[in-house]
């Protein structure tokens, strides 16, 4: 059983940075993807970024250039720097593990974190 435990998150001020870490255990697989999604109020689940095995990595439109997805192999940790954040990136972000990035719905994606809360005042 894989377990997906997650840290970081908080509150900050529009223009100001966080980041979000998710450390998975039990995994046993050498090729997945790794995600973070995240969910704002009364909105559906979207991916923010994704990393595959071999170490693409792909951005929604709405954090290029603002977030920044990094991945240490050896431990599973997959980390989420997000710079310049606006009320808009306000939300519960989710860390997942599926077996491929293809996918950017949350239904390609088994295991799934806690969440932690991001919240962005203007």
């Known amino acids: 059983q894989v377990q997906l435990v997650e840290s970081g998150g908080g509150s900050v001020q529009a223009g100001g940075a966080l980041s979000v870490s998710c450390v998975a255990f039990?995994?046993?697989?050498?090729?997945?993807?790794m995600a973070w999604f995240r969910q704002a109020p009364g909105k559906e689940r979207e991916r923010v970024a994704a990393i595959e095995s071999d170490g693409t990595i792909s951005y929604a439109d709405s954090v290029k250039g603002r977030f920044s997805l990094s991945k240490d192999n050896a431990k599973h940790k997959l980390t989420l720097q997000m710079n310049n954040l606006k009320p808009d990136d306000t939300g519960m972000y989710y860390c997942?593990?599926?077996?491929?990035?293809?996918?950017?719905?949350?239904?390609?994606?088994?295991?799934w974190g806690q969440g932690t809360q991001v919240t962005v005042s203007a």
């Open positions: 997942a593990t599926g077996p491929s990035c293809t996918l950017s719905s949350q239904s390609g994606y088994t295991y």
């Open positions: 039990g995994y046993t697989g050498s090729t997945y993807c």
